[in-house]
């Protein structure tokens, strides 16, 4: 993942499949919304870790997801994974609301 003065204003993620069968979908145009929704496998957990203190990488079977996150950032409040999950509009499953 690199790092460059453009992603201060912003979290940067990459996701490295192994095999395009990985990819369940790309959605450029996601309903009325301005959004793009990518979805696939990254396999059965082999790990999570903090890399260099500031990137969470998620290891599967399949690929690796990294996020430019810290742990603190990640552990700083107790409703963290609750803001997350809003923030995102994932529940039940994936789905979106």
């Keep these: 993942m690199t790092r460059t003065a453009a992603n201060k204003k912003g ?11 990985a990819l369940k979908s790309i959605s450029l145009d ?6 793009v929704l990518i ?3 990254l396999g059965t957990l082999i790990g999570a870790r903090i890399q260099d203190g500031i990137v969470l990488e998620v290891i ?10 810290k742990i603190e950032e990640a ?7 609750d803001v ?5 509009g994932f529940v039940n499953g994936g789905r979106r609301q």
């Design 11 to 21: 979290r940067v993620f990459t996701a490295e499949l192994k095999s395009k069968r």
């Design 30 to 35: 996601n309903g009325t919304q301005d959004g």
């Design 60 to 69: 599967g079977t399949q690929g690796i997801l990294r996020v430019d996150l």
């Design 84 to 88: 997350a999950r809003r923030a995102v």
């Design 75 to 81: 552990m700083g409040t107790p409703n963290s994974a």
């Design 39 to 41: 979805e696939g496998t």
